[in-house]
Nanobody
Framework: QVQLVNTGGGSVQAGGSMRLSCTAS????????MGWYRQAPGKEREGVAV?????????YADSVKGRFTIAQQDGAKDTLNLDMNNLKPEDTAMYYC?????????????????RGRGTQVTVSS
């Protein structure tokens, strides 16, 4: 079992920035993938950014490349930050921290394995 605590989120105007953080605990031994996916009302879930703890490989959805950055927190292997810049109204969604490749990176285990509580990100125009 893996527990995930997802923090951050809120409201921002278009062009603004925001950070999400996620800390994993429990059975986090070995290499695994962790990141965020999002889901807006009436839309399918979309893998946003994934980090492979094994070697630091990252992957992003095409819709966020160049704007979002996922990185491991210094000194905390199981904590990731997602820095979101130049936010757009279409980034508005519930964001979930999860383990797995989320269909944007080939990783051990299921693409959507463990999930933390979602946090709302709202970008106004």
């Amino acid at each position: 079992q893996v527990q995930l605590v997802n923090t951050g989120g809120g409201s921002v105007q278009a062009g603004g920035s925001m950070r999400l953080s996620c800390t994993a605990s429990g059975n986090t031994h070995g290499a695994y993938c962790m990141g965020w996916y999002r889901q807006a009302p009436g839309k399918e879930r979309e893998g946003v950014a994934v980090f492979y703890v094994g070697d630091g490989t990252t992957a992003y959805a095409d819709s966020v490349k160049g704007r979002f950055t996922i990185a491991q927190q210094d000194g905390a292997k199981d904590t990731l930050n997602l820095d979101m810049n130049n936010l757009k109204p279409e980034d508005t969604a519930m964001y979930y921290c999860a383990t797995g490749g989320m269909e944007i990176l080939r990783c051990p285990g299921p693409p959507f394995a463990y999930r933390g509580r979602g946090t709302q990100v709202t970008v106004s125009s």
